[in-house]
């Protein structure tokens, strides 16, 4: 039977003997003594096979390639001085090997190694198409070990704190298009009907607050078809949490206490209490994101005011047509960036319009606060005007101004982007801080230009302010979004529980009665029956993790994930099926493949 995990060996089990599971990452021969790298889950640990010392096991340990499944039995020795290895856990010991079972070999070539040294430069494709063995490194091992870390102390804190109940829902549900795409089902009992799998627990956890279970929980695997990103997956999972009788203030309290127990069982950090908060509308002002990445500085400016009547027609157009002017002031900006990087196929300019600006207009600050910039700015600004400007943004001597000018979301979308840009570019962000921030009072509606219709921000079921209530198409919502280093990790809002107010929010997004009852009937008649005030967030697990972790993508705090394309190269899922499989569906395929 196994004693110990590999990397939990220390100097207090130095002269006992052990029996160890694993893989051999590496073998080595030292004139004569073999030294192996034993590698489980936990970590790895020095193997010693002496031909003197240990002459049982020499001639097995002369066998032993990477990869290699064995069972070894030993004792505990204290590692020469010379051959202590402090940046490993188990560095102060090894084991001498006074048996090596060889449980399973490796019978074809491996496609990558698996050990530290050669493993940072293997190509992600070919990690996801031999996951099993990506998932043996070292990286890999200790993210999975923290997102159980983290779904851990999460279950701790709700379950044992806070009194909250775990209870699943429907995977197989009805389809609700309203946000993403469904992930469609076909039922093959039910002809010509479909499920739709679940894009969040929604409309189930709400009914639960009905039913008065009024503390929930789930680790809710969720499901949408979309376009992917680095922190998007097709199916991936959440905290999801609803509580009944509670405030956005008592909401937001628990929740800050969860996150801090999390940071403190994890990675063993007291964060500050209570986190800061902006609202939408401050975010939108100061960053133009609401999700800000608060670490650093650099916040915008609105000079619409000033430049509205100006002569540069950029300007005074965009405020004409209902538009912005917003300034980036960059402090030393003139030593630190060229004219070249901000005029076209320059860096900063690209930024722009990835963003969807047709560029960025700047003005460099001089002695003396004399302005200095190409094209038509400085010529048809006012002395007033340019004074007004160097007041409004505290510009000095040195000072790069960035602007953005248009309508009010794309001069939003492009200097958040320049900002973060330049920010990482010039050094202005620290890494090591942990910034996390609520953003509310989000907006009930915005536009959808496509649909020429009022959606909802977050989704039709959150509550407008009681005093907004006669107005929802201007309505704020009681909503909530935690941000973690300018990241969304959480959101949530208190719901409507009122049938009335529900059949007006459904009316403002453009459902008619009948579109409302076929859709949402079930919700609407589960409010005539005594609903309580509640409300909850969602945390996205992947991405905290992904941060937790200080990974740049969540495929790899996540054991079997999908592609940016939605497929998995290790199964080769999406797949076609059987035609009987079709025919017992009733369902036929469209689908004409390009010439």
């Known amino acids: 039977m196994r004693t110990n995990y590999c990397g939990e060996l220390r100097a207090e089990h130095i002269d006992k003997t052990v029996t160890l599971f694993g893989w051999v990452d590496r073998r080595r021969d030292h004139g004569g003594v073999i030294f192996i790298d034993l590698r489980d889950r936990t970590g790895t640990v020095q193997i010693v096979s002496d031909p003197q010392r240990t002459p049982d096991s020499y001639n097995d340990a002369i066998a032993l390639r990477s990869e290699y499944v064995v069972k070894i039995?030993?004792?505990?020795?204290?590692?020469?001085?010379?051959?202590?290895?402090?940046?490993?856990?188990?560095?102060?010991?090894?084991?001498?090997?006074?048996?090596?079972?060889?449980?399973?070999s490796v019978s074809k070539q491996l496609p990558f190694q698996v050990c530290t040294s050669e493993y940072e430069s293997v190509r992600e494709d070919l990690r996801l198409k031999y996951r099993y063995l990506d998932l043996r490194s070292d990286r890999m091992a200790k993210n999975l070990q923290l997102r159980h870390q983290v779904v851990k102390a999460m279950r701790r804190f709700l379950e044992d704190q806070e009194n909250f109940l775990e209870i699943e829902t429907p995977i197989l549900t009805r389809s609700t298009p309203e946000g993403a795409r469904d992930y469609l089902v076909p039922s093959r009992v039910n002809p010509a009907d479909w499920y739709a799998l679940p894009q969040s627990p929604q409309l189930?956890?709400?009914?639960?607050?009905?039913?008065?279970?009024?503390?929930?929980?789930?680790?809710?695997?969720?499901?949408?078809?979309?376009?992917?990103?680095?922190?998007?997956?097709?199916?991936?999972t959440q905290l999801?949490?609803?509580?009944?009788?509670?405030?956005?203030?008592?909401?937001?309290?628990?929740?800050?206490a969860l996150i801090c127990h999390i940071f403190k069982a994890v990675k063993g950090i007291e964060l500050p209490r209570p986190f800061p908060r902006l609202t939408y509308a401050d975010a939108m002002a100061r960053y133009g994101s609401d999700r800000p990445d608060t670490r650093f500085e650099l916040e915008l400016v609105d000079v619409g005011e000033i430049v509205k009547d100006s002569g540069f027609k950029v300007f005074s157009g965009a405020i004409a047509s209902g538009g912005t002017v917003k300034?980036?002031?960059?402090?030393?900006?003139?030593?630190?960036?060229?004219?070249v990087r901000i005029k076209p196929k320059g860096d900063i300019f690209n930024e722009a319009i990835a963003a969807g600006a047709k560029g960025i207009a700047y003005i460099r600050v001089r002695e003396n606060n004399e302005i200095d910039t190409i094209g038509a700015i400085k010529d048809n600004l006012s002395e007033t005007q340019k004074q007004e400007l160097l007041a409004k943004?505290?510009?000095?001597?040195?000072?790069?101004?960035?602007?953005?000018?248009?309508?009010?979301?794309?001069?939003?979308?492009?200097?958040?982007?320049?900002?973060?840009?330049?920010?990482?570019?010039?050094g202005l962000i620290d890494h090591e801080k942990l910034n996390l921030v609520w953003i509310t009072e989000f907006p009930m509606f915005e536009w959808n230009s496509e649909e020429k219709r009022l959606e909802a921000i977050h989704h039709p079921f959150t509550a407008p302010y009681p005093e907004d209530i006669n107005d929802l198409a201007t309505a704020r919502a009681q909503a909530y979004d935690l941000v973690y280093n300018g990241v969304e990790i959480g959101g949530g809002s208190l719901r409507i529980y009122q049938k009335d107010i529900q059949e007006k929010v459904f009316t403002t997004i453009g459902l008619s009665e009948e579109e409302a009852k076929e859709k949402f009937g079930f919700l609407l008649e589960a409010?005539?029956?005594?609903?309580?005030?509640?409300?909850?967030?969602?945390?996205?697990?992947?991405?905290?993790?992904?941060?937790?972790?200080?990974?740049d993508s969540i495929r790899d705090v996540i054991a079997f994930p999908k592609t940016q394309q939605a497929s998995c190269l290790l199964t080769d899922a999406p797949a076609t099926v059987d035609n009987k499989q079709l025919q017992e569906l009733q369902v036929k395929s469209t689908y004409k493949p390009k010439k």
């Open 393 to 426: 943004t505290a510009a000095k001597p040195g000072d790069l101004l960035l602007f953005g000018a248009g309508d009010t979301d794309t001069v939003n979308k492009t200097l958040d982007r320049v900002r973060l840009f330049i920010g990482e570019e010039l």
């Open 327 to 339: 300034v980036l002031p960059i402090p030393g900006g003139n030593e630190s960036i060229s004219n």
């Open 73 to 104: 039995v030993g004792k505990v020795s204290q590692r020469p001085e010379e051959s202590l290895n402090p940046k490993l856990p188990t560095g102060e010991v090894e084991i001498y090997a006074d048996s090596i079972e060889l449980l399973n």
């Open 527 to 551: 409010f005539e029956y005594g609903t309580p005030p509640h409300g909850g967030i969602a945390y996205g697990l992947d991405r905290l993790i992904m941060l937790l972790a200080q990974e």
């Open 204 to 236: 189930f956890k709400q009914l639960l607050m009905v039913s008065g279970c009024d503390r929930y929980y789930q680790i809710a695997r969720c499901f949408r078809d979309e376009d992917l990103r680095a922190d998007r997956q097709p199916e991936f």
């Open 240 to 256: 999801d949490m609803e509580m009944s009788f509670m405030s956005v203030e008592e909401i937001i309290e628990l929740n800050e």
